[in-house]
């Protein structure tokens, strides 16, 4: 767990739950480079310890229903994509969770299903012999911009 204190006017604490040990070390860095805010786009951030207790998938739920417009939805779908995805060699296609398993990421993965469904972008089944926890979206003008400006 990476927990974040804000003591400017209003104090605020969050919670992140951490999945996979090689992910502390880029938090870490994130806050060094740019404080309480260099986290803001790290992962799912709850104001209470109780939610980090959810399962993945309810965690990836509530994190996809705070975003309520287009453009905030897009910039997180393609932030999930710069930190785990690629483009398929024909640039027709995103790949997400590139070469996870269906176990990594669960939190995330829900929360991008979600966003996925809300900005109506088109899901494609992977091809034969991808690993089983990726996810493949077909590319979308909204997304081509925003990735670009992530990778």
Aim: proline share 5%; charged share 30%; hydrophobic share 40%.
């Amino acid at each position: 767990m990476i927990s974040r204190i804000k003591d400017a006017g209003q104090p605020r604490s969050e919670h992140l739950r951490v999945d996979r040990g090689n992910r502390y070390l880029p938090g870490a860095m994130l806050f060094f480079e740019n404080g309480y805010a260099g986290l803001d786009h790290f992962g799912q951030w709850f104001p209470d310890l109780a939610d980090l207790d959810a399962s993945p998938e309810t965690r990836g739920a509530a994190r996809a229903a705070t975003f309520t417009t287009e453009a905030a939805a897009v910039e997180e779908v393609a932030r999930i994509w710069a930190d785990s995805g690629c483009v398929d060699p024909s640039d027709q296609y995103y790949v997400f969770f590139d070469a996870h398993d269906v176990d990594d990421d669960r939190a995330e993965r829900a929360e991008l299903l979600q966003l996925i469904e809300f900005l109506g972008l088109e899901r494609v089944d992977p091809p034969a012999g991808a690993v089983g926890g990726e996810v493949w979206v077909r590319t979308d003008p909204r997304l081509e911009v925003e990735c670009a400006r992530w990778s």
